[in-house]
């Protein structure tokens, strides 16, 4: 091998070459602006070992999972299975605050827009069939104390940082209102208070067995009606019935009457927790949900206490926020489960 002989050694530090010392015609301009893109070179190393520091701290984990409840109607002499008292409600709600928990919309989770606290949770609390229970205000706009709305307000009062918001997953009964104003003004309402309005139906037709154009024509009814009333798009539907049709495809984007939804993600009925969205096994086309209810019968193990309780019990299993929301992080033992997606954004540790 010939000797190579070096003339000059050029610096290379983070992608940026060091011009100055290598080629001898760069006058001072150039060399004014070496020592500022230094200094931004060293202050995103430090960002990085801080964020690092953090994640590691609260014990973020970005990619586990996350807990989407599932509400019907909020009643006194509860008869269903679906059905939650208000006083069940409130210790559900005062348990989630208790335990780290912050609220956050399905359109949120969907898009990977979680922003909360380092070392809290996200839920997603979501509300189907817009029952008169879930939502009704009095005359000057306050929401009635013991609604679902009225209670997640006043627990939100009591735990300062855990979000008043929800989804509500909406039908053609509208809380019970009977006129175009009525509805207009209550969906309006729930906007402007950055609450979520998603679909689920107008008819709430079982979707499994119907021909393709049926299934968009049901979807697309419920997507025009809150456009139309709330001048708002749905960014998710939840099935009815937790039923896909009979290709699923067909539940997240559709043309039916010169109207094409684009839904970014389809919930399903339970029953266990969702897949964090920054996760390989995140699927927009079957996003599943825990109903609510305490520890009986089937719900033993798949509604909502045995999940709070399974989650108290390894919470190294759920989502951890790092309180950045332009990172994920994670323990770097959990890579091979992140998305390539997000690649950019990963922060393992």
Not at 47 to 66: F, M, Q, S, T
Not at 96 to 102: D, T
Not at 105 to 119: D, H, L, S
Not at 241 to 259: I, L, M
Request: glycine share 8%; aromatic share 10%; proline share 8%.
């Amino acid at each position: 091998m010939g000797r190579v002989g070096i003339r000059h050694i050029c610096a290379v530090t983070l992608g940026v070459v060091l011009l100055t010392g290598c080629w001898p015609w760069v006058g001072e301009q150039a060399k004014q602006v070496v020592p500022d893109t230094n200094a931004e070179a060293a202050r995103r190393i430090a960002d990085h070992k801080a964020n690092i520091a953090l994640a590691a701290k609260v014990k973020a984990n970005e990619l586990g999972k996350i807990p989407v409840l599932m509400y019907h109607r909020v009643v006194r002499n509860a008869t269903g299975p679906d059905d939650r008292t208000p006083a069940e409600f409130r210790a559900e709600l005062e348990r989630l605050a208790k335990e780290g928990y912050v609220p956050i919309t399905a359109k949120e989770y969907v898009t990977g827009q979680i922003k909360i606290p380092a070392g809290k949770h996200p839920v997603v609390l979501t509300f189907d069939d817009a029952s008169p229970s879930q939502v009704a205000l009095d005359g000057t706009g306050v929401p009635l104390p013991n609604t679902a709305i009225g209670i997640l307000y006043d627990v939100a009062r009591r735990h300062p940082g855990f979000r008043p918001v929800a989804t509500f997953f909406l039908t053609r009964d509208v809380f019970g209102k009977h006129d175009q104003a009525s509805r207009r003004q209550v969906l309006m309402w729930l906007v402007e208070n950055g609450f979520d309005l998603g679909n689920h139906t107008r008819d709430h037709i079982n979707l499994l067995g119907l021909p393709k154009k049926k299934v968009y024509e049901q979807i697309v009814a419920g997507h025009k009606m809150i456009t139309d009333l709330a001048g708002v798009e749905p960014h998710t539907l939840a099935l009815p019935y937790g039923n896909q049709p009979n290709e699923p495809k067909w539940a997240r984007s559709g043309t039916a009457d010169g109207v094409t939804y684009t839904y970014g993600g389809v919930f399903r009925a339970g029953y266990a927790p969702a897949p964090s969205p920054f996760s390989q096994d995140f699927d927009p086309l079957a996003i599943p949900r825990i109903r609510s209810h305490g520890k009986k019968g089937e719900c033993a193990r798949f509604c909502s206490e045995a999940w709070l309780d399974w989650f108290e019990k390894h919470p190294e299993e759920r989502y951890t926020s790092d309180g950045n929301i332009k990172t994920v992080a994670y323990p770097r033992f959990q890579s091979p489960f992140a998305a390539k997606r997000y690649k950019e954004l990963a922060l393992p540790y």
